[in-house]
C-alpha cells in the first residue's frame, strides 16, 4: 500500500522555504501559547493541532506556553485546566513554561531600550494617550512627556515597578514613531501598573508587560523559531519584529511570526471571554458543561479526543477566516464511534410489550455482540423475557406499508432475540395504548442456527427486558444557540441566542450492562445515539449524555 501524502499547507510550505534557506532542521521549534483565562475551547484545538503537529512532522520539539501577562483575568484554575486538555488531546509539550519566569529578563530589557532612548514614561491618563493616537488616516501626536529624560525615566519606572505610584499614573511606552501608518507603531504601550496579585508571581511584581512586549521576547528566550498566531494579530507583526531588533539579537536567529486564520464553529461561540459570561450567568452549569464548545465540554459529551483531532485535521489551516458548519465536528464524533463505542440497548419513551405465548417468571440470557465493526470487542448477554420495553414511536396501531416496525398483524425483529407479532393493545380510558400483547416465535432465536432464525423480516427493534431495566439519568443535549452565528448581530447580545431546549433530562431505562459504566465510556444506544457515561454515574443511578444523535440508517436494516 503506497501511503498517500497530502499537500503541505501554506504554514508547511513556509517551514519548508525556510529549510531551504538555510535554517537547520534542528532549529525548528514550535509552541502554543494559551492565556491562562478560561478553558481551551475548539478553537483552540485547531492551534494545538496545528503546532503539536508540525512538531510530529518535522521531529520538532514544541512547548507549552502559558502566557500569563494579565493577573486580573489569570488563574490557576485555568492552567491545570488547560495542561489536562493538552495531555488529553494526546501532545506532549518539551516544556512548561510561563511568559512570568522572564518578568525579570524582559524588565531588564526594557531599562536598557529606556537607556537607548527607545522608551519613556508617559504620565497621562489613558483616555488623554488614546486620543493622540490618531487615525489611520491621520497621524499621532506627541505626549508631552516622549522626550523626558533617561534619568528622569529610569527612575519612573523603577517606582512603578516597586509600586510606589498609583495605578493609571503611568506606563511605559516604546518609543517608535507617532506618524506611522500602521497605528500599533505609534508609540505603544510596554508595561502597565497593577496593583495585583498574580497566580504565579504573587505580589512580586507591579507592573505587568503587554502581550506584544512580552510575546515575542518569549519566543526568543524559549529559541522559537516559528510563531504561529491568529491573523487578527498580523499588523502586530511590525512591532513584533521592532521589539526584537532593540533588544539587540542577532537577525538569523529571531523567530518568526506567521498567522493562520481563526476558525469558528456555527450555532457556539469560541471565545474564552464570551464562554466565561455563560458560565458566570448560570446559563450553564460549568466551562465543562457537555454544551460547551470547549475540549472539556466535548469530552463530557462523548467526544473522543481523535475525532477532535481528526475535526482539527480535516479543516486544516487557512488564510481567511470562515464559520466551520458544526455537523462536520458531529461527523467527525460518528466515524469515530462507530469504530469504538460499544453497541447496547436503551430505552427512551417506553411503550410495555407483553410477550403472551412467553413463560411466566422465565428469563433467557441472550449473546448480543459488542461492536460489529471491531471483532475484538467481544460479546455480552442480555436478558429476554414475558414484558418487555419498546420505543412508543417503534408502535402504531395502525400503519401503512412503509412503516417497518411494529404494527397489529406484523412481524418485526428483536434485536439479538426473537420476531414477534402484534396481536392486540391493551387501552386505558382516555384511550392511549398502555400495552400491547404480541406472541413470539420460538424458533427464531438470532444465532441459533435455525431456519427461522435467518428469516428475514423488515424491521429490527431494540428493547429492554421490564424485569432487569435499569433506571437511568438520560441528559439529551442540543445546540446552544439557535442561530448559526450568535456573535454576528451587532445589535443583540450573543447570550439572546442562546437555545431554551439546549438540554433535557428524561429517564430511560437501560439494559443492566450499564450499572457499571465507567466515567467517560462510550456506548451507541442502538437506533437512537452515541451516549457518554457523565462523570456523575453510579451503580444506584446511572448518568448518561448524549454525544450525537444516529442518522437512523438501519430500521430498513435486519440481521
Ligand atoms: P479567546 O478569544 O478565546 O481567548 P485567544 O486567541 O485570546 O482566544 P489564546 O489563549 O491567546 O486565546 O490562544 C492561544 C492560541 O490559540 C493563540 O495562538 C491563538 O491565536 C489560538 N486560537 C485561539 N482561538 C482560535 C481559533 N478560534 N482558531 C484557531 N486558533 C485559535
Ligand atoms: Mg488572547
Given amino acids: 500500500m503506497t501511503e498517500e501524502r497530502k499537500p503541505l499547507n501554506f504554514i508547511e510550505q513556509i517551514i519548508e522555504e525556510d529549510l531551504q534557506n538555510g535554517y537547520e532542521r534542528e532549529e525548528l521549534k514550535f509552541r502554543f501559547p494559551p492565556e491562562p483565562n478560561g478553558y481551551l475551547h475548539i478553537g483552540h484545538a485547531s492551534s494545538i493541532n496545528l503546532n503539536f503537529g508540525l512538531g510530529l512532522r ?13 493577573p486580573i483575568k489569570e488563574e490557576q484554575e485555568f492552567v491545570d485546566a488547560i495542561k489536562r486538555d493538552v495531555e488529553w488531546l494526546g501532545f506532549k509539550w518539551e516544556k512548561e513554561c510561563y511568559a512570568s519566569d522572564y518578568f525579570q529578563q524582559l524588565y531588564d530589557w526594557a531599562v536598557a531600550m529606556i537607556k537607548n532612548g527607545d522608551a519613556y514614561v508617559d504620565s497621562q491618563a489613558s483616555e488623554q494617550i488614546a486620543q493622540q493616537k490618531g487615525t489611520p488616516t491621520q497621524p499621532g501626536s506627541a505626549s508631552p512627556y516622549r522626550d523626558r529624560s533617561v534619568e528622569e525615566n529610569l527612575s519612573l519606572f523603577e517606582a512603578m515597578k516597586n509600586g510606589e505610584t498609583a495605578e493609571g499614573a503611568h506606563v511605559l511606552r516604546a518609543k517608535i514613531d507617532m506618524a506611522s501608518s500602521n497605528m500599533l507603531m505609534r508609540d505603544p504601550v510596554m508595561y502597565r501598573t497593577l496593583h ?16 506584544d512586549w512580552a510575546h515575542g521576547e518569549s519566543d526568543f528566550i524559549e529559541s522559537v523559531s516559528h510563531s504561529f498566531c491568529t491573523l487578527e494579530f498580523l499588523p502586530h507583526r511590525e512591532l513584533y519584529n521592532w521589539f526584537l531588533e532593540k533588544v539587540n539579537q542577532p537577525k538569523q536567529l529571531q523567530p518568526k511570526q506567521r498567522e493562520f486564520a481563526r476558525r469558528n464553529l456555527s450555532h457556539t461561540i469560541v471565545s474564552k471571554r464570551k464562554l466565561a459570561q455563560l458560565v458566570e450567568k448560570k446559563v450553564v452549569e460549568s466551562w465543562d458543561d457537555p454544551r460547551m464548545p470547549t475540549i472539556s465540554g466535548l469530552r463530557r459529551r462523548g467526544y473522543t479526543a481523535n475525532s477532535i483531532k481528526k475535526f482539527a485535521e480535516t479543516i486544516g489551516v487557512g488564510k481567511r477566516e470562515n464559520v466551520i458548519d458544526m455537523s462536520h465536528l458531529e461527523f467527525c464524533a460518528r466515524e469515530d464511534l462507530n469504530k469504538t463505542a460499544s453497541r447496547v440497548m436503551a430505552v427512551l419513551d417506553p411503550l410495555k410489550v407483553v410477550i403472551t405465548n412467553y413463560e411466566e417468571g422465565a428469563e433467557e440470557w441472550l449473546e448480543a455482540e459488542n461492536n460489529p465493526e471491531d471483532e475484538t470487542a467481544g460479546s455480552r448477554e442480555v436478558p429476554f423475557s414475558k414484558e418487555i420495553y419498546i420505543e412508543q414511536a417503534d408502535f402504531k396501531e395502525e400503519a401503512n406499508r ?5 404494527t397489529l398483524g406484523k412481524e418485526v425483529r428483536l434485536k439479538n432475540a426473537y420476531i414477534i407479532k402484534g396481536e392486540s393493545v391493551v387501552k386505558d380510558d382516555d384511550g392511549n395504548i398502555v400495552e400491547v400483547h404480541c406472541t413470539y416465535d420460538p424458533k427464531s432465536k438470532s444465532g441459533s442456527g435455525t431456519e427461522e432464525s435467518q428469516r428475514k423480516v423488515k424491521g429490527t427493534l431494540h428493547w429492554v427486558s421490564i ?7 438520560v441528559r439529551l443535549y442540543d445546540r446552544l444557540f439557535t442561530v448559526e452565528s450568535p456573535d454576528a448581530d451587532k445589535d443583540k447580545k450573543f447570550i439572546d441566542f442562546v437555545n431554551p431546549d439546549s438540554l433535557q433530562t428524561i429517564v430511560g431505562y437501560v439494559e443492566p450492562s450499564l450499572k457499571n459504566a465507567k466515567e467517560l465510556e462510550h456506548f451507541q444506544f442502538q437506533r437512537i445515539g452515541y451516549f457518554c457515561a457523565d462523570q456523575s454515574t453510579s451503580l444506584e ?3 448518561f449524555n448524549r454525544t450525537v444523535s444516529l442518522r437512523d440508517s438501519w430500521v430498513k436494516k435486519s440481521n
Fill in 58 to 70: 518535522y521531529n520538532a520539539p514544541v512547548n507549552l506556553r502559558f502566557d500569563d501577562t494579565n
Fill in 541 to 543: 443511578k446511572p448518568v
Fill in 467 to 473: 424485569p432487569h431495566a435499569v433506571k437511568a439519568e
Fill in 196 to 211: 495585583k496579585a498574580h497566580h504565579r508571581t504573587n505580589n512580586d511584581w507591579k507592573i505587568y508587560p503587554m502581550y
Fill in 402 to 406: 412503509k412503516f417497518f416496525r411494529l
